[in-house]
């Protein structure tokens, strides 16, 4: 039987992949030539899914990369001459200021203790920022970072670029686009789909910024220019030879997404993890690692397990259900529950249901 899988990306797959990998092939989509007219509409369908499922402004580009550590590299070559400032609160969030620092970024962090937010604070920035980035959902801590932070940011330097990280949050956690400038996700968290392709929406603020800085020579030449994915992107059409298969599942599934309605799953979202966190509450040996209910992530939920989190996880798997470790130092600590559109709210409730009943 196959396993019911929650571990926060890759995850469960999304339940109507298969027929559309059956119609990708019925359709030849994967031998299709990436400068044909069938691959441009397949392009202008899934970005056409995109902008009504996540209501992006019509002025806003959307680009597609290999994935979302590949957007840390372009936003810091395409976007930042010297200077960034990032919230981090995880792991992720950590790698993307690593990523700006290894090219040669002075990318500020503004750290905070973990299962909590780094909120922006004005005194705490040590020089102007030219890109502020905030990571809407941690995926390594579940906490979410409220949406209002954005608007604080921008008024303090409305220079700044504002970039989110959405990566395990979208379509789930509304995208306050008129606030933000540059955003990225990866197709493997919520939206179910095989990894290896990534999302990028800028603003024109953004891409007069990488005007900017390509008029001054200062964009690293390498073979993914904002400023040429989005010339190519106005036409249908990628640099390279893309993931074209994973182009038209995006499409198919955001369609798909939009039937059942983004209401509808956002609704079941918050009543999947209503009862992920009332199960960890409840039991004697969990607790939730995020103690403030309004940082709590909407699709990722994380419990410390006393006495560690591996007799728990090898319960679960005994049953078919596979639910994630802790992320990096806390692998042996504490569990991590993907609560994504394709989990139904009957297998969270099996999975409430079995953790309720575990005792070591
Ligand atoms: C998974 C994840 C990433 C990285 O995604 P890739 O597809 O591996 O590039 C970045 N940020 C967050 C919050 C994530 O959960």
């Not at 995850?11 to 109507?16: D, K, M």
């Not at 792991?91 to 090219?103: D, G, H, V």
């Not at 004005?122 to 801590?141: D, G, R, S």
Request: with cysteine.
């Amino acid at each position: 039987m196959p396993q019911l899988i929650f571990v926060p990306g890759p995850s469960a797959t999304y339940f109507t992949l298969e027929d559309h990998l059956k119609s990708a092939l019925k359709e030849q989509v994967m031998a299709i030539s990436h400068r044909s007219p069938a691959f441009k509409g397949i392009y202008k369908f899934t970005v056409e899914q995109l902008r009504q499922l996540l209501d992006i402004p019509q002025a806003y580009e959307v680009v597609f990369t290999t994935s979302a550590t590949e957007v840390w590299d372009r936003m810091a070559e395409n976007l930042v001459d010297t200077h960034s400032l990032h919230h981090v609160h995880g792991a992720f969030s950590k790698k993307c200021a690593q990523a700006f620092q290894r090219l040669g970024k002075e990318a500020q962090m503004i750290t905070a203790p973990e299962g909590t937010v780094a909120l922006f604070d004005p005194k705490a920035v040590e020089a102007q920022p030219e890109l502020i980035h905030f990571t809407a959902n941690e995926t390594a801590t579940g906490v979410k970072h409220p949406m209002a932070d954005l608007r604080e940011a921008k008024k303090h330097f409305p220079d700044a670029l504002i970039a989110m990280d959405v990566v395990s949050s979208t379509p789930t956690t509304p995208i306050p686009f008129e606030d933000l400038d540059s955003v990225y996700f990866s197709v493997q968290k919520c939206f179910g789909l095989p990894a290896g392709l990534g999302v990028w929406i800028v603003s024109p603020r953004a891409i007069a910024k990488a005007h900017a800085l390509t008029v001054a020579g200062k964009v690293y030449p390498s073979y993914h220019p904002l400023l040429e994915m989005v010339d190519k992107g106005k036409g249908y059409q990628t640099i390279e030879t893309p993931n074209t298969l994973n182009i038209y599942l995006l499409g198919k599934v955001a369609e798909d997404f939009r039937r059942k309605g983004v209401d509808v799953i956002r609704r079941e979202a918050i009543y999947k993890n209503t009862i992920l966190i009332k199960c960890f509450e409840d039991h004697p040996l969990l607790s939730p690692l995020v103690q403030e209910k309004d940082w709590r992530s909407d699709t990722v939920a994380v419990a410390n397990v006393e006495g560690g989190s591996a007799p728990l996880i090898a319960y679960l798997k005994e049953k078919g259900l596979v639910v994630g470790a802790g992320y990096g130092k806390h692998k042996a600590a504490q569990i991590r529950i993907a609560n994504f559109p394709t989990h139904s709210k009957e297998q969270i409730e099996l999975l409430v249901d079995l953790i309720a009943d575990w005792r070591p």
